[in-house]
């Protein structure tokens, strides 16, 4: 679980450096609003990667999540139920 959290913020760490160029790419300074109008003439010249995970991969990563978060609410449960036991007569 800690893995794949550390690869999303990975991926989203990479996802806000690409706007952040993409902003200065396109933010008008004096004298640079003709080149920001050329550039959306052109065609797209950053392509996209390929996909880091295949459709199987996020299935299984679902599936693991899912079994994650349904052990953690049954121990919080089990604990809350517990609790309520021993201090039943407070």
């Known amino acids: ?3 794949l959290l550390r690869e999303l913020i990975a991926i989203n760490r990479e996802m806000l450096s690409e ?4 902003r200065q790419s396109l933010s008008p300074a004096a004298g640079q609003a003709q080149k920001t109008e050329q550039f959306f ?3 797209d010249p950053i392509k996209s990667p ?5 459709p199987e991969d996020l299935e ?4 693991s999540l899912v079994e ?9 449960s089990n604990a809350f139920s517990e609790f309520e036991k021993r201090h ?3």
Do not use: A, F, S, V
């Open 41 to 43: 003439d052109q065609p």
């Open 60 to 63: 299984d990563m679902h599936g």
């Open 88 to 90: 039943k007569n407070w």
């Open 68 to 76: 994650g978060l349904k052990q953690r609410n049954k121990e919080k």
């Open 50 to 54: 390929p996909p880091r995970y295949t």
């Open 19 to 22: 706007i952040k160029m993409l």
């Open 1 to 3: 679980m800690e893995h």
